[in-house]
T-cell receptor
Framework: GAGVSQSPSNKVTEKGKDVELRCDPI?????LYWYRQSLGQGLEFLIY????????KSGLPSDRFSAERTGGSVSTLTIQRTQQEDSAVYLC????????????????FGPGTRLTVT | AQTVTQSQPEMSVQEAETVTLSCTYD???????LFWYKQPPSRQMILVIR??????QNATENRFSVNFQKAAKSFSLKISDSQLGDAAMYFC????????FGAGTRLTVKP
């Protein structure tokens, strides 16, 4: 039973470049979540998927951020034209299901991707 | 919007003693879930305990228990018989339409 995996574990990129972060959820989990954790801060909710669809994208910080999920499994979070304030740990989580009205199931977290924009 | 507040950025406890971490939240909903997550230095988030708002009984998980005061919108975590392995960041979270986390409390356990 593999857990949630994320790649890369660390990414250093130059300001202005695009980056792609990958999340592989637990098999059978239909819901997938992306969070951002800035240094010493709490978790900021970015987006969640139920299957391949994302009902609410309002948590994404700017239009430079996008996420997709295909085949109800792997998800990628893309940040275009990275800025220094994008530096953070990006955490992915999955759960068995996300009720359309509320998220009530335990979320299992991946180890995160530490993004550093220089 | 729902907000979650953890007013203690840092807490310290002696090994084998008891510590309580505070959490308050703001919501107009009556049905929701509350969670405490632990994040050790490895960064791996681990669920500690979960409370359904419709349940009056406080959740308990071994040495971890909560004091859920729905009217006061308070959800504190009590750790009994603290162990060195309990040292971590602890995040309180509220879940309804999405999940909102507090800023976290860093717990240090002194031997």
């Amino acid at each position: 039973g593999a857990g949630v995996s994320q790649s890369p574990s660390n990414k250093v990129t130059e300001k202005g470049k695009d980056v792609e972060l990958r999340c592989d959820p637990i098999s059978g989990h239909t819901a997938l979540y992306w969070y951002r954790q800035s240094l010493g801060q709490g978790l900021e909710f970015l987006i969640y998927f139920q299957g391949n669809s994302a009902p609410d994208k309002s948590g994404l910080p700017s239009d430079r951020f996008s996420a997709e999920r295909t085949g109800g499994s792997v998800s990628t979070l893309t940040i275009q034209r990275t800025q220094q304030e994008d530096s953070a740990v990006y955490l992915c989580a999955s759960s068995l299901v996300a009720n359309p009205s509320w998220t009530s199931y335990e979320q299992y977290f991946g180890p995160g991707t530490r993004l550093t924009v220089t | 919007a729902q907000t979650v507040t953890q007013s203690q950025p840092e807490m310290s406890v002696q090994e084998a003693e008891t510590v309580t971490l505070s959490c308050t939240y703001d919501t107009s909903e009556s049905d929701y879930y509350l969670f405490w997550y632990k994040q050790p230095p490895s960064r791996q988030m681990i669920l500690v305990i979960r409370q359904e708002a419709y349940k009056q009984q406080n959740a308990t998980e071994n040495r971890f228990s909560v004091n859920f005061q729905k009217a006061a919108k308070s959800f504190s975590l009590k750790i009994s018989d603290s162990q060195l392995g309990d040292a971590a960041m602890y995040f309180c979270a509220y879940s309804r339409d999405d999940m909102r986390f507090g800023a976290g409390t860093r717990l240090t356990v002194k031997p």
